[in-house]
């Protein structure tokens, strides 16, 4: 996706007067490209009299923030108690293997994204797999394969 400056203008003008701007903005930048590129940081700054560091700084700590352009799908894998018990670092390590990336990367393809997440919430359903908004509890790598198929299947719609 093409990075538009004159966007990112547009957005940084509703924000100009007002404090506590940079975590909201951020969001609005994201929300259109789905990362915070690395054009809008530089823009920011140079518009708003924010070092750069301060912008990483905010972009590194809060986990809601991408500096990377992200899959159609994210895939996050619980690692809470429970499901490492059941066997959510073994659906980890598949789905490593599988996607061939690692976590906090992207397919080729474009189409997945990996995440390792400490809790997800649903301890009684481990292990506990997220794509987007979906939950999926006792995982295996037979439910996996179902999963990744289905959603590369959405791709071909």
């Not at 093409?2 to 509703?14: E, Q």
């Amino acid at each position: 996706m093409k990075i538009n400056l004159s966007d990112i203008k547009k957005i940084i003008k509703r924000y100009r007067k007002k404090k506590g701007i940079l975590i909201p903005l951020l969001q609005d930048i994201q929300a259109i490209y789905g990362y915070v590129p690395k054009e809008s940081i530089e823009l920011i700054s140079k518009e708003l009299s924010i070092y750069p560091v301060e912008i990483y700084g905010i972009l590194t700590f809060y986990t809601q923030f991408y500096l990377a352009p992200r899959g159609k799908h994210t895939i996050k894998v619980c690692q809470g108690t429970a499901c490492h018990v059941m066997g959510g670092k073994e659906i980890l390590d598949y789905l490593t293997d599988k996607l061939g990336i690692g976590e906090g990367e992207t397919t080729n393809d474009n189409m997945f994204s990996l995440e390792r997440v400490a809790c997800l919430g649903c301890c009684g359903m481990a292990p506990v797999v997220m794509i987007d908004d979906d939950f999926h509890g006792r995982c295996t790598v037979q439910k996996l394969e179902e999963l990744l198929d289905k959603y590369h299947m959405k791709k071909a719609k």
